[in-house]
């Protein structure tokens, strides 16, 4: 293997924030890896959005990334990991890891009544995305899937203790509290920043799943894989890539990560449409 493809940056990119939950597992798994992140924030949300837009989107959002000569691409969004993923690997010639499936292998592996909840937007809801994986794996499991689609604004204000977002969590996860899940999969990588807010709501007895950390994981071994694990032995660089709005991501990527971002990049949308 080319001493130079080891060295290339893993690609990660979101439709705004929440990519970040992903970069922090995948940086905490592969802390030698250089890590280049893009988030959409001038078009976010996109579980709102019809899914020919999101494969649009999506394939825009890995382009970015692939001029920037990257090596993987994470694709940090559930909504795009249910409606484009294909489309993206079709496309590009470099490993695509998506969200869905490690978390819905995650989720089956960890329930012990077999009754698993999913929240997610309304993109990846209504394609039933963790339902299909899930039942794939394990057909006998019963699945019940929510729409949160306020979280994302949520989390993306950095709203994670505010009491309207105990309120909104209250409204959104009493039904699946009452159907007795004892595994619930944070279905797009925005909720991860809510996490301590829903899992006060939900219940300390529910097991919340995570796919950034179960998608790190993955990243680690095809990286194994085909043998691009990179050969430095000092920590990876981050380089952060926005549609807009840079300092307000910077404000909120800071809270999140828990240290200071040097730089945060705005990227022209022209630039990714052409």
């Known amino acids: 293997m080319n001493f ?15 990519g970040l939950t992903v970069v922090k597992r995948v940086a905490s798994t592969l802390p030698k890896e250089n890590i280049i992140y893009f988030g ?12 020919s837009t999101v494969i649009e989107y999506g394939l825009q959002d890995a382009r970015f990334l692939i001029n920037k000569n990257v090596k993987a ?34 989720a089956a592996r960890e329930t012990k009544n077999g009754r698993i909840g999913v929240i997610g937007t309304r993109a990846t809801v209504s394609n039933r995305a963790y339902s299909s994986e ?6 006998g499991l019963e699945v019940f899937e929510k729409e949160c689609p306020l979280f994302v604004p949520l989390a993306e204000e950095g709203w994670i ?8 969590a209250e409204e959104y996860l009493k039904e699946l509290r009452e159907l007795k899940i004892d595994t619930l999969v944070l279905g797009c990588t925005h909720y991860p920043i809510l996490a301590d807010v829903i899992q006060q709501v939900i219940g300390s007895d529910v097991k919340l799943i995570d796919s950034g950390v179960a998608s ?9 894989r085909i043998g691009l694990h990179t050969n430095k032995n000092s920590l990876g660089s981050q ?3 926005v549609s807009d709005i840079p300092t307000k991501f910077k404000e909120v990527a800071e809270l999140f990560l828990g240290r200071e971002i040097q730089s ?3 990227v022209d949308l022209e630039l990714l449409s052409v």
């Open 4 to 18: 130079m493809e080891k060295e290339k940056p893993i690609g990660v990119f979101d439709s705004g924030i929440g």
């Open 40 to 51: 959409d924030t001038a078009r976010v949300p996109y579980g709102s959005k019809s899914n």
């Open 73 to 106: 691409i994470v694709v940090a969004c559930n909504t795009v990991s249910s409606v484009a993923l294909k489309e993206i690997r079709n496309n590009f010639n470099v490993p695509v890891i998506g969200v869905i499936e490690p978390g819905a292998k995650k």
């Open 134 to 139: 899930i039942k794939k794996i394990n057909s």
């Open 161 to 168: 203790s505010h009491k309207a977002t105990f309120e909104i």
């Open 216 to 224: 790190a994981e993955v990243v680690y071994n095809e990286l194994d």
């Open 239 to 241: 380089e952060f890539y």
């Open 264 to 266: 945060v990049q705005k």
